[in-house]
């Protein structure tokens, strides 16, 4: 919520209809790295992804947690919410964009929805917005654009509470560049497209049957990423082979 009179007021209506996916016990697949595909054991640096568009930001009291279903991340608070032409349906979660401002850059991931702003209008958490621009000013014109996630290690799957054999939701997690599809190969051999809901996960409302999965996930640049993961554990988070690159 915004505690400020410079920043939006959030909805509460986010709040009551999304609800945060929570961590078990984290488990994985063993990562490992596989010709074409990407690295695993290095941080990846941020590389542009577009031109610059020119902005707004304001700021809000961020947790982390949002309308993107992520969990509070109190150690990394330089996160944003966006306006909903760019949240493009929960499209734009995990990305990451490089801000310019009149006191310096800051690069934010986008863990929440911006309810009522226009496009390219950022709604930095405060934190991330004090390192740019004058607080006392609230609203202050910048320029920014997506770049690529410096995360380190493979992305990671994570199934939503309630999950089971005949409802089955996954969050694609730590990816360095934004995610355009989820696929499961059916149990007829096709791979079938997971629709992709407004609070970030993948339903598959009739499951995904019971035993391994076996997924695929394809970024903004069409690069692919092919999985297995073994079977459906509702809260649990697996970590994948490889991670995406440029």
Not at 110 to 122: E, F, K, Y
Request: proline share 6%.
């Amino acid at each position: 919520m915004h505690r400020t009179p410079h920043a939006l007021v959030r909805s509460s209506v986010i709040v009551l209809l999304l609800s945060l996916a929570a961590c078990g016990s984290e488990s994985h697949v063993e990562p490992k790295t596989e010709e074409g595909t990407g690295h695993t054991g290095e941080a990846l640096a941020s590389t542009p992804l577009g031109d610059y568009k020119s902005g707004i930001i304001t700021f809000y009291d961020a947790t982390g947690a949002g309308a993107c279903s992520f969990d509070a991340s109190p150690e990394d608070l330089d996160v944003t919410a966006i306006g909903e032409p760019d949240y493009a349906g929960s499209g734009a979660c995990g990305s990451c964009a490089e801000v310019q401002g009149p006191q310096g850059t800051v690069k934010v991931r986008i863990v929440d929805l911006c309810p009522g702003c226009a496009a390219s209008h950022l709604d930095l958490s405060r934190q991330a917005f004090a390192k740019i621009a004058n607080p006392i000013d609230g609203r202050v014109n910048v320029r920014w654009r997506y770049v690529s996630c410096a995360v380190t290690g493979p992305i990671r799957y994570h199934f939503k509470d309630g999950s089971n054999p005949w409802w089955t939701a996954i969050q694609v997690r730590n990816h360095a560049l934004p995610i355009q599809k989820l696929e499961w190969l059916n149990p007829e051999g096709k791979w079938v497209s997971v629709p992709r809901l407004s609070y970030n996960y993948f339903v598959q409302a009739t499951g995904m049957g019971s035993g391994a999965i076996r997924v695929r996930v394809t970024a903004s640049n069409g690069k692919v990423l092919e999985d297995t993961l073994p079977g459906i554990q509702a809260g649990q988070t697996f970590s994948g082979k490889a991670q995406f690159t440029l």
